[in-house]
């Protein structure tokens, strides 16, 4: 079965810094993965996904993620944090297969200090 | 183009009552999902239509939810007997083709409460 851990329910940054929000899944197949936003009142958005191409993986507003196989992660990196980046941020996983639904993390709240 | 789109936004209830969720998706996606978000959580996976058929609804917790898509565009989330355990963001999502790599465009829920 299929599983996305997120590392910290709540991260803070300071605008203008680097923005790292964690992701590790489990998967008996490789598998394929997102990045969802959920701002404030508004339904949950793409932000980018990994259909085993490229594994580095360039999103909308200046967001990116690498694919490492080895350390079953799928991290989202910003280089420099906006005060409009505050969200809630969420990974999903797809295995496909017969695995029709996505399944996902718990989510982080994103912080953004002035 | 129009998004996905559910009503009621938010529906109050009672205990035991019987409750119907619409979801609308964009036009010319075949494939529909229902989601369940409780606070804190993120989404949980209920059910998968192709078509107008229910090609995976593992996702449902009991016999109590049932969902339906006759014409294999809108679709309809039933509860019957609420209970207060039910309360959460139910979200719809629906995608173009339905494979995995398809990208799930989301509406902006219903917030169903139970009283």
Same mark, same amino acid.
């Given at each position: 079965?299929? @599983?996305?851990?997120?590392?910290?329910?709540?991260?803070?940054?300071?605008?203008?810094?680097?923005?790292?929000?964690?992701?590790?899944? @489990?998967?008996?197949?490789? =598998?394929?993965? /997102?990045?969802?936003?959920?701002?404030?009142?508004?339904?949950?958005?793409?932000?980018?996904?990994?259909? @085993?191409?490229?594994?580095?993986? #360039?999103?909308?507003?200046?967001?990116?993620?690498?694919?490492?196989?080895?350390?079953?992660?799928?991290?989202?990196?910003?280089?420099?944090?906006?005060?409009?980046?505050?969200?809630?941020?969420? %990974?999903?996983?797809?295995?496909? +297969?017969?695995?029709?639904?996505?399944?996902?993390?718990?989510?982080?709240?994103?912080?953004?200090?002035? | 183009?129009?998004?996905?789109?559910?009503?009621?936004?938010?529906?109050?209830?009672? #205990?035991?009552?019987?409750?119907?969720? &619409? %979801?609308? =998706?964009?036009?010319?996606?075949? *494939?529909?999902?229902?989601? &369940?978000?409780?606070?804190?959580? +993120? =989404?949980?996976?209920?059910?998968? /239509?192709?078509?107008?058929?229910?090609?995976?609804?593992?996702?449902? =917790?009991?016999?109590?939810?049932?969902?339906?898509?006759?014409?294999? @565009?809108?679709?309809?989330? #039933?509860?019957?007997?609420?209970?207060?355990?039910?309360? *959460?963001?139910?979200?719809?999502?629906?995608?173009?083709?339905?494979?995995?790599?398809?990208?799930?465009? /989301?509406?902006?829920?219903?917030?169903?409460?139970?009283?």
């Amino acid at each position: 079965a299929q @599983s996305v851990t997120q590392l910290g329910s709540h991260v803070s940054v300071s605008e203008g810094a680097l923005v790292l929000l964690r992701c590790n899944y @489990s998967s008996s197949v490789p =598998p394929y993965l /997102f990045w969802y936003v959920q701002y404030p009142n508004q339904g949950l958005q793409l932000l980018l996904k990994y259909t @085993s191409a490229a594994t580095l993986v #360039k999103g909308i507003n200046g967001f990116e993620a690498e694919f490492k196989k080895s350390e079953t992660s799928f991290h989202l990196t910003k280089p420099s944090a906006h005060m409009s980046d505050a969200a809630e941020y969420f %990974c999903a996983v797809s295995e496909g +297969g017969g695995a029709d639904g996505l399944t996902f993390g718990k989510g982080t709240h994103l912080i953004i200090q002035p | 183009g129009a998004g996905v789109s559910q009503t009621p936004s938010n529906k109050v209830t009672e #205990k035991g009552k019987y409750v119907e969720l &619409r %979801c609308d =998706p964009i036009s010319g996606h075949t *494939a529909l999902y229902w989601y &369940r978000q409780s606070l804190g959580q +993120g =989404p949980e996976f209920l059910i998968y /239509f192709q078509g107008t058929g229910a090609a995976d609804d593992s996702g449902l =917790p009991n016999d109590r939810f049932f969902a339906v898509r006759p014409e294999g @565009s809108v679709s309809t989330l #039933k509860i019957q007997r609420t209970e207060r355990g039910d309360s *959460a963001v139910y979200l719809c999502a629906s995608s173009l083709t339905g494979t995995p790599t398809d990208t799930q465009y /989301f509406g902006p829920g219903t917030r169903l409460t139970v009283l």
